[in-house]
């Protein structure tokens, strides 16, 4: 609710701030180079999950004649398709929303755009459809108060899309739907047509099945793979598929390519392939599945029958033109058949950290992936590697002894230099602050996730970042695994009767809190039961250091010392501890040690709690020291 609650105030500021913007004059808008599909694409995929959520079908289409390269602001074209979609799907409950880019005019150096946006929802009543553009005015403000909303954004979309040289209008039926229609008047770039790859000659006339029960995708696709020259035949349901797919193999004219939609009623896209099963008659034939996101990929099922690519919808022109293409060897050269089973390829990833249980952590997540780990437990340990072993990716904690994060980092790209690779490296860092982001990408490193490590936030980067490396080395890598759910665990309710009580009142989920230990690691409990033990071992051995090396004063070596401990908490969600070994960690940063003595039998009084608490989750093997 808080996280709701502050997007929502956020949403506002950023809406007002906007307004005001522009009310004074004062909003400029960019000119720079963009590709319109890649853009409009990726809009619609980031609003892909609200629609699936409601059930419902997200399309885009943009009209084949229309050239790609084209100069502009790309992020207010998609503040303004944000809005409208955003609304489309507030406002709808069943069917589907259709954003739609027409050519109106084509000249040398611009072009003239009609976008629409269209849903089948509760529509607009007449006479509110004058206001409905005017600030602040909303039809019904109890559904906004449901769902959120200012009132303020078809004002500011209406006047970005006047500064663009355009207009906006609307129609609508009550309860049929509302449609938004926006003019853009664009330039474009120089020299560029609407070219098509060469590649494509490979799929000319290649005979395509499109299976999908929405008409409006049916059409969409079928238009794409019409503009690469290809032969689509279409299907609107599992049976009709089957259907086509024997009197095509009987006439001698078998597809060599499937398209087919996960979700259909009746017979879904999992049973069609199911009936397929190990029907040699189809073995040569490629099926790439088109699926909703958020929607599992039921991935045991998959495993009758090779799936060769896994899509998500709205599909991105770009990535099904290269998903066709990577299977073009297997399309136009049936013999060969050999069909993958995708979901993200497993990978060989170098993990630098000097920390054992972000080391356990980690590599947990690693494997539950498929993916290999090796472990290097310093930057050196790391460039090692480097040099013998081929990796797919690294994850790099940034403070480590000898060598940290980014000097390795620094030292991998030099040795890379000159050579074509470039090694995709993540950093890890419990720094989360202002500032370390940049540190990190300008040592080189692609990407940067804050400790303690969350399952999601780790996948979706590494998804990200492997998917841009193998973008930018022309192949795709379309993956989508799902993530386990969280077991069975104890509430919080039921477990922190046993700490001891305090003379001030303490929060027991500040000591411990399960639940979101249990969500940084994927909700496994095993792991997190594991980590434990670990923790009973390491972490004695850690107050030892703290205490050794502020005896000695020194400062360098207590830092890292409490800098360990502190991420070692964090695995547990242990607030009190990490703040306590954070300012610690602090005054060695400073080598202010005056009343560091003091911090540490803070520091001391916590780790017991908490201890205490983990001990009454899980008993320890030994006993605790
Ligand atoms: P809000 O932030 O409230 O959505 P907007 O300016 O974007 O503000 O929209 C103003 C109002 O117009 C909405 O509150 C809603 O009443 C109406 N509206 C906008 N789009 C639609 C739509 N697609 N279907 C029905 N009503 C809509």
Redesign the pocket.
């Known amino acids: 609710l808080i996280q709701q609650s502050a997007d929502t105030l956020l949403r506002l500021l950023n809406d007002i701030l906007d307004f005001s913007k522009i009310e004074a004059g004062k909003l400029e808008l960019e000119e720079i180079d963009f590709n319109l599909r890649d853009t409009l694409d990726d809009t619609l995929q980031t609003l892909a999950m609200r629609a699936s959520e409601k059930g419902l079908e997200l399309v885009g289409r943009i009209s084949p004649q229309i050239p790609d390269a084209l100069i502009g602001d790309p992020g207010r074209l998609r503040q303004i398709i944000v809005?409208l979609v955003g609304?489309?799907i507030?406002?709808t409950e069943f069917g589907e929303i259709l954003v739609d880019v027409r050519l109106q005019a084509l000249r040398e150096n611009e072009v003239e755009l009609v976008f629409s946006v269209r849903?089948t929802?509760?529509?607009?009543p007449p006479e509110q459809r004058q206001h409905?553009f005017e600030s602040f005015?909303?039809?019904?403000s109890s559904?906004?108060r449901r769902f959120g909303?200012?009132?303020?954004?078809?004002?500011i979309s209406s006047q970005l899309v006047g500064m663009m040289g355009g207009e906006m209008s609307m129609e609508s039926t009550v309860d049929e739907g509302?449609t938004f229609h926006f003019s853009l008047l664009l330039k474009r770039q120089l020299g560029s047509g609407v070219s098509l790859p060469r590649e494509l000659s490979a799929l000319y006339e290649l005979p395509v099945l499109v299976v999908d029960d929405n008409n409006t995708n049916r059409r969409i696709l079928e238009e794409m793979l019409v503009s690469w020259n290809m032969k689509p035949v279409t299907a609107a349901s599992g049976e009709e598929a089957l259907n086509k797919l024997e009197r095509a193999r009987v006439a001698g004219t078998p597809y060599h390519l499937m398209l087919l939609d996960a979700m259909m009623p009746g017979m879904d896209g999992f049973e069609v392939v199911q009936r397929l099963g190990t029907d040699p008659n189809y073995s040569d034939m490629a099926i790439i599945m088109l699926s909703s996101v958020g929607q599992s990929t039921k991935s045991a099922r998959l495993q009758d029958r090779g799936i060769a690519r896994y899509l998500t919808k709205p599909v991105k022109q770009s990535n099904l033109l290269d998903a066709i293409l990577s299977l073009k060897g297997l399309i136009t050269q049936p013999e060969v058949a050999e069909v993958s089973v995708s979901g993200g390829p497993p990978l060989h990833v170098l993990l630098a950290e000097d920390g054992l249980i972000n080391q356990k952590v980690a590599t947990k997540l690693l494997e539950q992936r498929g993916h290999s780990v090796i472990i290097a437990n310093d930057g050196q340990e790391a460039v090692e590697w480097f040099e013998r072993e081929s990796f797919d990716l690294v994850l790099m904690d940034v403070q480590m002894p000898e060598m940290d994060g980014l000097q390795a980092t620094a030292r991998i790209r030099e040795l890379e230099a000159g050579g074509a690779s470039h090694l995709p490296i993540i950093a890890m860092t419990a720094n989360a602050m202002k500032g370390d982001r940049e540190q990190c990408l300008s040592a080189g490193m692609d990407d940067y996730i804050p400790k303690p490590i969350r399952s999601q936030q780790l996948y979706d980067t590494i998804d990200q970042v492997v998917n841009a490396a193998a973008s930018e080395a022309g192949m795709s890598a379309v993956s989508d695994t799902a993530v386990p759910s969280p077991q069975a665990f104890p509430s919080k309710e039921t477990q922190s009767q046993e700490v001891t009580p305090d003379t001030q009142p303490l929060d027991p989920g500040e000591v411990f809190d399960p639940d979101g230990a249990l969500e940084g690691v994927g909700g496994d409990a095993d792991i997190l039961k594991e980590l434990v033990e670990l923790f009973y071992d390491e972490c004695p051995k850690l107050m030892v250091e703290i205490h050794t090396t502020l005896a000695a004063g020194d400062a360098v070596a207590l830092r890292r010392a409490a800098h360990t401990l502190k991420g070692t908490a964090a695995v547990f969600a242990a607030k009190r501890t990490v703040a306590s070994a954070q300012k610690l960690e602090l005054m060695a940063r400073e080598s202010e040690l005056d009343t560091a003595p003091d911090a540490l039998s803070v520091l001391e009084s916590e780790v017991e709690r908490l201890k205490q608490a983990l001990a009454s989750h899980f008993p320890p093997r030994t006993e605790i020291r």
């Not at 005015?137 to 019904?140: G, L």
């Not at 909303?149 to 004002?155: F, I, K, M, R, V």
Request: charged share 10%.
């Open positions: 809005n609304n489309a507030k406002f849903d929802g509760i529509g607009i409905i005015s909303q039809v019904d559904i906004s909303g200012t009132g303020l954004g078809l004002a509302t």
